[in-house]
């Protein structure tokens, strides 16, 4: 288990726990003040009122909750989100609405669970050839329908 060092901007403030056992993420919930609703085909950057340290093996990775993408087509914008190591600004979560009717946030809903994932650095080196493959340039539905 890796240590989190995990802040509160304000008292009021539920940290996040793993509801079972088998959980791979922790719920964030919304900090709000007041309601807010997202119309259809739109965004809104939600705060949770946490910041959080840890160290720079990892990243933590911001993901959509399953049951408000399947029950209210709500996932996160740019997913999965990315907090860096060195990030140490509060978490906020980027809702987008891809359902038909607004839908409305109120304080503490869960909206996004984050997931600690470890990061590899890459060495790059430069060539001027890449070793061949049967699969070539092919992409973008090249393998099949």
Avoid: C
């Avoid at 790059?124 to 061949?132: A, F, M, V, Y």
């Amino acid at each position: 288990m890796a240590k989190v060092l995990i802040k509160k901007l304000n008292p009021k403030v539920e940290l996040p726990v793993y509801k079972t056992d088998g959980a791979s993420g922790m719920d964030l919930m919304a900090f709000i003040e007041e309601p807010i609703r997202i119309a259809p085909n739109s965004s809104y950057l939600v705060p949770t009122g946490l910041s959080m340290a840890f160290s720079g093996d990892y990243e933590v990775q911001i993901r959509p909750r399953s049951g408000l993408a399947a029950k209210k087509s709500i996932t996160v914008l740019n997913t999965p989100g990315t907090i860096d190591s060195d990030y140490r600004g509060e978490i906020k979560v980027i809702l987008f609405n891809h359902g038909t009717e607004d839908f409305l946030i109120s304080n503490k809903d869960r909206i996004a669970q984050m997931i600690l994932i470890p990061v590899i650095k890459m060495e790059l080196e430069e060539t001027d050839n890449l070793p061949d493959t049967l699969r070539g340039d092919g992409g973008f539905g090249s393998t099949g329908k």
